[in-house]
Structures are given as C-alpha cells and as structure tokens.
C-alpha cells in the first residue's frame, strides 16, 4: 500500500524567515511522482513543485524547493523568505504510473508578521 | 493557461433535488479527476477519466454520476444526496493519468440540507 505522512498538524513561521515541511513516503515502486500542494482558505489546491523519483538534483520553483532524500524516502518542502500570503495548508501527494494521488493529511502554515 | 474551472462555486441542495456540477479546462489534458474534500482533511478521490472513459470509481455511492462529454468537460450529477454529501468538490486535470502534476480547479462548495 502507498502512504503519504505528514507529521506537523500546524507549524508557524515568522514572516522573512524559512520553515520546512515534513513529508515521508512509502512505496515499494521505482518509478514516481512526488507533488507538492498549497491551499488557501479559499479552496483551490495550487500546485507548488514536483519530483520525480529518477531525477538526481532536487526540484525548485521560485521560493519552494523540495528536499528529495530517496533512501530516506523523504519529500520535504521547504519555502525560503515566508510571506503572510504562504499562510494555507500544504499537501504532500505521491503518484505513480497508472494510479491516482495519494495525499497526506495536511500541514497548517501560519506566518506571523 | 493553467486553469481550470469549475461551476457552480456554492450549491445548496435539498435531498430530493437533481442538481450537476460542472468542469471544464482547455489545456489539452486527457485525464479529468473528481475529488470530494471535507473540512481539515485531505481531498478523497471519486472518480478518474481517462481519455473520456471511466477509468477508476472508487466506490462511490450510485447517487453520484460522472458523466465526461468530451476531453475538455467533465460533469458530476447529483441525485438524492445525504447531508453528509455536504463538503468542497475538486476537480482536477492532468496530460495523462499518472505521475504527472494535477491542476486543479477552485471547487464547488456543496451544502445538502
């Protein structure tokens, strides 16, 4: 069975500063994908960043970029200079050739002026 | 143009009522999600299509029905629903199904009373 964990309920962070959000795995495949997601209190789920588990140097988009340890089976976000706007929650999901996401339960960011 | 829309953005149904919810993108994608989210949790996938053909059902109750027109349309049709149906409803598209990233639409926040 695939399983996504994501073990901080809620995190804060203050604003300018850089959190990490914690995100393990477990699949017994060798070929997948690993997603992260922002959403705001208005509902939309935004895509942020993804990894492929065959890509050797890790993702970044801007201010995101994701911590790929593969041995470790670790997928951690880290959001660099926290602006008030990155308060939402923040999803990490795995997919893999031929199947659906697989989510976790969330992470709650709070930036604190 | 990453967008993917979705209407209507409230709906607030009674239990004999036949209500449908309505997705569209435009980004040639050939794999179309339907996601049911309640409050705090993560989204929970319902139905996938795959090049216009139902590819998954995840045992969703027979009072929902997926219907995809065509490769830029998705609907989900609604009928005699219970008011624990009551939650925000995802929509998402992706190239293929698979490990690709999913975008998402901003929902439809259904009320069942």
């Known amino acids: 069975a695939q399983k996504i964990t994501q073990t901080q309920p809620g995190m804060f962070v203050q604003e300018k500063e850089a959190v990490t959000l914690d995100c393990t795995y477990d699949?017994?495949?060798?070929?997948?994908?690993l997603f992260w997601y922002k959403q705001p209190s208005s509902g939309e789920m935004i895509f942020l960043i993804y990894q492929g588990s065959y890509d050797e140097q890790n993702a970044t988009e801007g201010r995101y970029s994701l911590n790929f340890q593969k041995a470790r089976k670790s997928a951690n976000l880290v959001i660099s200079a926290s602006q008030l706007g990155d308060s939402a929650m923040y999803f990490c999901a795995m997919s893999h050739t031929g199947n659906q996401f697989y989510f976790g339960t969330g992470t709650s960011l709070t930036v604190i002026p | 143009d990453t967008e993917v829309t979705q209407t209507p953005k409230h709906l607030v149904m009674g239990m004999t009522n036949k209500k449908s919810l309505k997705c569209e993108q435009h980004m040639g994608h050939r794999a179309m999600y339907w996601y049911k989210q309640k409050a705090k949790k993560p989204p929970e996938l319902m139905f996938v299509?795959?090049?216009?053909?139902?590819?998954i059902n995840e045992s969703v109750p027979s009072r929902f029905s997926p219907e995809c027109p065509n490769s830029s349309l998705l609907n989900l049709h609604l009928h005699a629903l219970q008011p624990e149906d009551s939650a925000l409803y995802l929509c998402?598209?992706?190239?293929?199904?698979?490990?690709?990233?999913?975008?998402f639409g901003p929902g439809t926040r259904l009320t069942v009373t």
């Open positions: 998402a598209s992706s190239p293929r199904q698979g490990a690709y990233e999913q975008y």
């Open positions: 299509y795959s090049y216009e053909k139902l590819s």
């Open positions: 699949t017994s495949d060798q070929s997948y994908g």
